[in-house]
């Protein structure tokens, strides 16, 4: 792609994370006699890097394996122009210099968790096991994750709009926040979020960020960063079979797993690659592993009352067994909170919430706890191949609205595939109908929506996944084969008059 005159390329992906796949390799300390060689030459290295890509026309009937430079791709020309600036309470007399605020902002986040990722990384790389981190380092990587979600190419597509154009299911509740504070687009409530989910103060707390959040963000999404940071936990992975590696699609930092109907969804997991062997999973709390109960209750109790609390999150989807989480035995732990503790000076009993998706329990005790100098201590889980496979297939699943994956080896790429293709269809919902025999299910509904749906059926029916994925499935086959493999998919066949195809003909469309 050719860069726009005066345009600037910005990363939804950090580079120092797109290094991790790339063939990055850092220059030897010691063959430089002196720091200003070493970082020109680290600095012309982390030029040259590369990753390997596959990448796909929209209708999957091309695709490549190639090479790509990272300083070129998972990014977007001009990604927080256009913008505008602050609310109206707060205005911004040049809308450039705001954008150059938040670029400054995410550059400084970014530095910051590369510098924790890298001492994560080096105990992967030492094989200890396990490692600790203090309070506001941890909370600074949720933080990140969280804004590298927040910030991602489905965000940007979700907010680059016009007023007029915004077509999510929240549009009203949006206009009438955006009337209320005096912007003028969608994309100017984006970046005044990301600008407060990076500048908000959680020492004192989630809750009291929460609080001061209201009143600077969007509050739908105010209350997304709440939950994540409350419902669920930190774990650090890397596949135990040293031939598995973990793949990074274009839409990586977005993609959960848990069931969805209509609008309603569950996320059990949520994904974060640092690595080709380095995965950060967000686990939702109520999948356990369960920490002895801290106010004087049997262990058992808690694990009854998780599964109460599981049955209620899954009574919304019509299919309770497929609702629970396909990574629900995923081999893992819950880190171990290390709190420093003094006495108190009037020697009465504090009654403190113990909260960072640790063990959540009210804990009564005769010291106090100085949170923000307590550390976690982390267990390095190494997956077996099951589960790495799983996460992967997840991603595959999902990356059908992508047209680029980022993967570190040909055979890491092919055992992936092979399994994704492979496996019993847990996944790979797919339909055969072509347009015209849908013409039946047209009888009975009002003659406007009739017609509307007769001149643009094959549209309506190309946006949904389940459409699409036979030619994608065609596809990965075929990498698959190019690679050496002789795997053959296999995948569920939907009937016309299954949920999402009837759905399509019930509803009125965006537009209407």
């Known amino acids: 792609m050719n860069a726009p005159t005066g345009s600037q390329y910005q990363h939804y992906v950090p580079q120092f994370i797109l290094r991790k796949f790339s063939d990055f390799v850092r220059p030897g300390r010691d063959t430089y006699q002196n720091r200003k060689d070493f970082d020109r030459a680290e600095k012309k290295a982390k030029k040259k890097a590369r990753v390997n890509v596959f990448s796909c026309s929209p209708d999957f009937s091309t695709w490549q394996l190639e090479q790509h430079s990272c300083a070129k791709v998972?990014?977007?020309?001009?990604?927080?122009?256009?913008a505008g600036s602050?609310?109206?309470?707060?205005?911004?007399?040049?809308?450039?210099?705001?954008?150059?605020?938040?670029?400054?902002?995410?550059?400084?986040?970014?530095l910051a968790a590369s510098k924790i990722i890298e001492k994560i990384e080096h105990a992967f790389s030492q094989g200890t096991g396990s490692f600790t981190i203090t309070r506001p380092d941890k909370d600074l990587l949720r933080r990140f994750i969280f804004i590298m979600t927040y910030r991602s190419r489905k965000f940007h597509q979700r907010f680059s709009h016009q007023q007029p154009e915004y077509t999510s299911n929240d549009r009203e509740q949006l206009l009438e926040y955006m009337r209320s504070k005096g912007f003028s687009s969608p994309r100017e409530v984006w970046l005044e979020a990301i600008r407060a989910f990076i500048e908000v103060d959680l020492t004192q707390g989630v809750l009291e960020g929460v609080d001061w959040?209201?009143?600077?963000?969007?509050?739908?999404?105010?209350?997304?960063?709440?939950?994540?940071?409350?419902?669920?936990?930190?774990?650090?992975?890397?596949?135990?079979?040293?031939?598995?590696?973990?793949?990074?699609?274009?839409?990586?930092?977005?993609?959960?797993?848990?069931?969805?109907y209509h609008e309603n969804w569950l996320d059990w997991h949520?994904?974060?690659?640092?690595?080709?062997?380095?995965?950060?999973?967000?686990?939702?709390?109520?999948?356990?592993?369960?920490?002895?109960?801290s106010v004087g209750g049997s262990e058992a109790r808690d694990v009854a009352g998780r599964e109460i609390a599981m049955t209620v999150l899954t009574a919304r989807f019509p299919?309770?067994?497929?609702?629970?989480?396909?990574?629900?035995?995923?081999?893992?732990?819950?880190?171990?909170?290390?709190?420093?503790?003094?006495?108190?000076?009037?020697?009465?009993?504090?009654t403190i919430l113990v909260s960072g998706g640790v063990s959540d329990a009210i804990v009564t005790s005769h010291l106090v706890f100085a949170e923000q100098e307590s550390t976690y201590s982390f267990q390095l889980h190494r997956l077996p191949h099951l589960f790495t496979q799983r996460i992967n297939a997840i991603y595959l699943e999902e990356a059908i609205a992508t047209d680029t994956v980022i993967y570190k080896s040909a055979n890491g790429l092919r055992r992936a595939l092979e399994w994704y293709l492979e496996e019993t269809p847990h996944l790979k919902d797919t339909v055969t109908t072509t347009p015209e025999q849908y013409e039946h299910l047209l009888h009975g509904l009002d003659a406007e929506m009739v017609e509307r749906l007769r001149e643009g059926i094959r549209e309506e029916l190309e946006k949904l996944p389940e459409y699409r994925r036979k030619p994608y499935l065609q596809m990965l086959e075929a990498i698959a084969r190019d690679l050496g493999s002789s795997c053959t998919a296999r995948y569920n066949i939907l009937p016309a008059t299954s949920g999402p195809f009837m759905e399509l003909f019930a509803r009125p469309t965006a537009s209407a």
């Open 74 to 82: 998972f990014g977007i020309y001009d990604m927080y122009e256009a």
């Open 319 to 350: 299919n309770k067994t497929k609702a629970r989480s396909w990574l629900e035995h995923m081999p893992v732990t819950r880190p171990s909170p290390h709190y420093r503790s003094v006495p108190t000076q009037d020697g009465e009993v504090p």
């Open 86 to 110: 602050g609310s109206a309470s707060t205005p911004e007399p040049d809308g450039s210099q705001a954008v150059g605020e938040i670029e400054k902002l995410l550059s400084g986040l970014e």
């Open 213 to 260: 959040l209201m009143g600077r963000a969007y509050p739908p999404d105010v209350q997304w960063l709440r939950k994540n940071m409350i419902t669920t936990y930190l774990c650090f992975c890397t596949p135990e079979d040293a031939d598995d590696e973990f793949l990074l699609p274009q839409n990586a930092y977005g993609v959960y797993e848990g069931p969805t």
């Open 270 to 293: 949520t994904f974060f690659p640092i690595h080709h062997r380095v995965m950060i999973v967000l686990r939702n709390r109520f999948l356990g592993p369960f920490p002895p109960s």
